[in-house]
């Protein structure tokens, strides 16, 4: 199978699985070309990860911005490659919950690549060409960022980041979202205190 890998590395002849927040190494590619495109440009630093994307009822690849210029500002001005491996079956595996995504297991061998001097245009360009919708941060409702603001607080409370809040994911959950980060506070505080008869 045709499997596609965004990377801000050039040059990579050989893709390696390499550990993320997972607890295994893996390749991660997806059989999409626009999703991968999206991994070219991370809005956090390794091993975290800000990829807010996911799929509309009609199928359709949709990128949301959760704050004002989200996407301009996570890839205006950066360069990107998209890699093109060709897999065999019985080295991926399913990804939980993403349909296009897979999970290399072992060294893949490059095919071919797409070389983003700018991975914004680019970006544009596939939206323009219907490959995804972005969804902009000033057409979405209060209860569309209530939802997507929940879902970061379980993120963050499901790693324990109140135990490292200088990891690049708390201060940019607090840089972005500062009352997620004060919700999250509030409640490790509540939690921490209770006292034995109130368990």
């Known amino acids: 199978m045709i499997l596609y890998h965004g990377s801000n590395t050039f040059g990579i002849k050989t893709l390696e699985p390499r550990l993320a927040d997972h607890e295994r190494p893996y390749i991660y590619m997806s059989t999409l070309e626009i999703v991968a495109g999206f991994y070219m440009v991370n809005g956090v630093e390794k ?6 994307y996911g799929f509309g009822s009609d199928g359709k690849v949709e990128y949301d911005e959760l704050y004002p210029n989200a996407l301009e500002e996570v890839s205006k001005g950066k360069s990107g490659c998209i ?3 060709e897999a065999e079956e ?4 399913p990804f939980k919950n993403i349909p296009c995504a897979r999970l290399g297991t072992v060294p893949m061998e490059v095919k071919d690549k797409i070389e983003i001097p700018d991975c914004y245009q680019w970006l544009l360009e596939q939206e323009k060409k219907g490959a995804f919708r972005l969804r902009r941060f000033e057409d979405k409702s209060e209860k569309e960022l209530l939802w997507w603001k929940n879902k970061i607080l379980e993120y963050i409370d499901s790693k324990n980041m109140i135990e490292i809040p200088d990891c690049s994911y ?25 006292k034995p008869e109130d368990l």
Do not use: G, T
């Open 47 to 52: 091993p975290y990860y800000w990829f807010p």
């Open 170 to 194: 708390a201060e940019f959950v607090r840089k972005k979202f500062p009352e997620v980060w004060e919700k999250y506070e509030k409640i490790c505080f509540e939690r921490n205190n209770k």
């Open 90 to 93: 019985k080295d991926v595996l």
């Open 83 to 85: 890699y093109i491996v």
